[in-house]
T-cell receptor, first 118, second 113 residues
Framework: GAVVSQHPSWVICKSGTSVKIECRSL??????MFWYRQFPKQSLMLMAT?????????EQGVEKDKFLINHASLTLSTLTVTSAHPEDSSFYIC??????????????FGEGSRLTVL | GENVEQHPSTLSVQEGDSAVIKCTYS??????FPWYKQELGKGPQLIID?????GEKKDQRIAVTLNKTAKHFSLHITETQPEDSAVYFC????????????FGSGTQLTVLP
């Protein structure tokens, strides 16, 4: 299947600092990427849809000023957690759909990024 | 919008036995149903998917069945192995939509050696 890579896989930061997570589609171009948040033993919660060259679309209840999303190229989307607080600690996962020739838009996920805010 | 329910939430089987996880969906327009396996601390991995123009799909020990009339689909794992232990998520979507998949709540499968 397609490869989606996230970096860093885990990060620890102090309260009040900002953290950037990168999501790359390694072997295909993705005009749209998706960011999820997952709490322990729970399902994936869609936070926002990242659109290449335009503003992200945020789900209801997700603070766009808190979670800044940038999709500057067809292979890279970034999520920046601004002024992070302990309640932002979570597992963040990105995904992208593979629409290359012969594929039908299957959704592939990155490895996830574990954020711990002290 | 779409609503996906998944059962059971936990499932324990003996190695070599079969495991079945079931999901129901609400939106009759949904036509794409993937299954993901998530190991601890990792992102979900697509293991099999099915589209509404077929009723069953198989890939080695994994199979998925779809009943459009009843709006439910199931994952079947045969000859389970300890490495099958993980959380499994079902999902549904209308493939023509740019919107995301709607996920089930997940099933923690434990294969006992």
């Amino acid at each position: 299947g397609a490869v989606v890579s996230q970096h860093p896989s885990w990060v620890i930061c102090k309260s009040g600092t900002s953290v950037k997570i990168e999501c790359r589609s390694l072997d295909f171009q993705a005009t749209t990427m998706f960011w999820y948040r997952q709490f322990p033993k729970q399902s994936l919660m869609l936070m926002a849809t990242s659109n290449e060259g335009s503003k992200a679309t945020y789900e209801q209840g997700v603070e766009k000023d808190k979670f800044l999303i940038n999709h500057a190229s067809l292979t890279l989307s970034t999520l920046t957690v601004t002024s992070a607080h302990p309640e932002d600690s979570s597992f963040y996962i990105c995904s992208a759909r593979d629409f290359r020739q012969g594929r039908t838009g299957e959704l592939f996920f990155g490895e996830g990024s574990r954020l711990t805010v002290l | 919008g779409e609503n996906v329910e998944q059962h059971p939430s936990t499932l324990s089987v003996q190695e070599g036995d079969s495991a079945v996880i079931k999901c129901t969906y609400s939106d009759s327009a949904s036509n794409y149903f993937p299954w993901y396996k998530q190991e601890l601390g990792k992102g979900p991995q697509l293991i099999i998917d099915i589209r509404s123009n077929v009723g069953e799909k198989k890939d080695q020990r994994i199979a998925v069945t779809l009943n459009k009339t009843a709006k439910h689909f199931s994952l079947h794992i045969t000859e389970t192995q300890p490495e099958d232990s993980a959380v499994y998520f079902c999902a549904a979507s209308f493939s023509g939509s740019a919107r995301q998949l709607t996920f089930g709540s997940g099933t923690q499968l434990t294969v006992l050696p």
